[in-house]
């Protein structure tokens, strides 16, 4: 499927922006757009919209390669494999996460890998208009047949690239982001534009990503940690920041009333006997120990 219908083609021009340079773009025929300033083409590629900037540092393009040759969730693996793969995390989405979410008009993913998310989010909100983007086209094709699987599907699947969104200031109501931002070149860039393109009381929610101390951070992102060999094996961005450092980010991009919630319930694991022990032992500990140990975390923060 590489066209979309009028009405949808109308929905998107309202939305998007070129990545490049800002300006709008209109439709050149029923499976491309140009921009009206720069002139550069953008293709819908097997029903994604494919929005990248012209220019993507080689982390952003090191996600690509690894979302075609995934061992569970590559282009050529079914798309249940990718379902089975990110079972904790959806438990994990729909148990403590997704009561929080209670969308309107329109939501944004970013990072939406497989976008199992979105389906979730579209199935909650069918009323909604929901856009999964990733920087990984590939990522958004399997993701469709996720969707499919799951029965719900969002509304566009979009390529592009979060320190540059393709989207008009104030154009959704909510942003979502699952393990997402520490995969980012410039976290506060990133941020920045999740901050401008979301409406005035917009709120975006981060799931799914790690606070640690500092010298515990430090050694996650070593050659010795998980983080460290993760980055060197593929060849993307793997961060973690400290409490503190997560707020301060999120105050440079713009918002101001951030929230940080310690998530310890997290305790199942399909493939390792080790995260559920970790988090069942961690469970009960107060934050002002949580604060200086590796934890999952939430995030909510809210445009004023």
């Known amino acids: 499927m590489n066209q979309l219908h009028n009405s949808q083609h109308d929905t998107v021009l309202a939305l998007v922006r070129c990545p490049d340079c800002s300006n709008r773009l209109a439709p050149v025929n029923a499976c491309s757009y140009a921009c009206t300033g720069c002139e550069r083409r953008y293709s819908i590629d097997s029903g994604v919209i494919v929005l990248l900037p012209k220019q993507l540092d080689l982390n ?11 061992e569970h969730e590559g282009k050529d693996k079914p798309a249940w494999m990718a379902l089975v793969h990110k079972r904790d995390e959806i ?7 997704q009561t929080d979410i209670n969308p309107k008009g329109n939501v944004l993913e970013i990072g939406s890998g497989s976008c199992w998310a979105s389906s979730l989010i579209k199935m909650k909100a069918p009323g ?3 856009v999964a983007s990733d920087v990984s086209p590939a990522a958004l094709q399997k993701g469709m047949q996720v969707c499919s699987i799951l029965g719900a599907i969002p509304d566009f699947f979009i390529a592009c690239d979060v320190e540059r969104l393709p989207f008009n200031d104030g154009s959704f109501d909510l942003c979502f982001g699952n393990a997402i931002i520490h995969h980012l070149s410039d976290t506060v860039m990133g941020m920045a534009e999740v901050y401008r393109v979301l409406k005035q009381g917009g709120i975006y929610i981060g799931a799914g990503e790690l606070a640690s101390g500092r010298l515990l951070s430090m050694v996650w992102r070593s050659k010795l940690g998980l983080a460290g060999k993760r980055g060197q094996q593929l060849g993307v961005n793997e961060r973690i920041y400290t409490i503190d450092q997560w707020r301060n980010l999120f105050l440079q991009a713009g918002f101001k009333n951030v929230k ?10 399909l493939y390792h006997w080790f995260p559920p022990l970790y988090y069942r ?7 002002v120990i949580l604060r200086h140990m590796p934890c999952a975390i939430k995030i909510t923060v809210e445009k004023d």
């Open 60 to 70: 952003k393009q090191a996600e690509e390669l690894t979302w075609q040759t995934h």
């Open 91 to 97: 438990f994990h989405f729909i148990t403590h996460i």
């Open 128 to 130: 909604c208009h929901i």
């Open 260 to 269: 940080i919630y310690f998530q310890p319930q997290w305790q199942h694991s």
């Open 281 to 287: 032992l961690i469970g009960n500990f107060p934050e």
